[in-house]
């Protein structure tokens, strides 16, 4: 995959409505070898303890596959992470994302470069920017529950719209030029 220029950045690769909808055999067909999850709003809902079944079969048929799994979080939160703190995949927790030390470490951790990894998140701001900084592959998902965020994610979200709403112009603009020719 080439390497991402600026208005990119901020854009996933693809979109997918849950993780579930993930064509996780094309991810593999084209060279991923790690799949990297977001947690809030991706596979976990806001005040959640643990994970759901679905997403816990989701995992073992990815990492039967041959790919590996990791969760990547800007959360905190003491509960859910002990949960995940049990699983046999590599975790970091407070990861600052769009921060590349987490992508980074995570990474390392997977022995995959960014190349081979995949990013599935529900935020353009922090997973999708993030992972783009680090040349991955993103993926951006509906969150589960938009009605249940960190306050600071409400703001992200005044962000994204903002962002669509720039994509929207630009392509407005560019199709005009392009009529006029
Ligand atoms: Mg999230």
């Known amino acids: 995959m080439t390497a991402k220029t600026f208005p990119r950045f901020f854009f996933p690769d693809e979109r997918a409505r849950s993780v579930m909808d993930v064509d996780y055999e ?32 989701l995992f073992e048929r990815i990492t039967s596959m041959g ?7 800007n959360s905190r939160r003491k509960d859910i992470e002990n949960f995940i703190e049990e699983l046999p995949f590599p975790h970091l927790f407070n990861a600052n994302k769009p921060g590349k030390r987490g992508f980074r470490s995570i990474l390392k951790e997977l022995g995959v470069t960014g190349n081979e990894a995949a990013m599935v998140g529900d935020q353009l701001l922090t997973d999708v920017l993030g992972a783009n ?25 005044l962000g994204e719209k903002f962002l669509l709403c720039l994509r929207e112009i630009y392509r407005f603009f560019r ?7």
């Open 67 to 73: 790919l590996r799994v990791a969760v990547l979080s």
């Open 133 to 157: 900084r680090v040349n991955m592959y993103t993926i951006r998902v509906d969150p589960i529950d938009p009605e249940r965020e960190y306050n600071f994610t409400k703001i992200n979200r």
């Open 26 to 57: 094309g991810l593999q067909e084209g060279g991923i070898k790690a799949v990297i999850f977001d947690l809030d709003n991706t596979i976990a809902r806001w005040g959640d303890e643990r994970l759901e079944e679905e997403i816990m079969e």
């Open 175 to 181: 199709s005009w030029r392009f009529t006029r020719r």
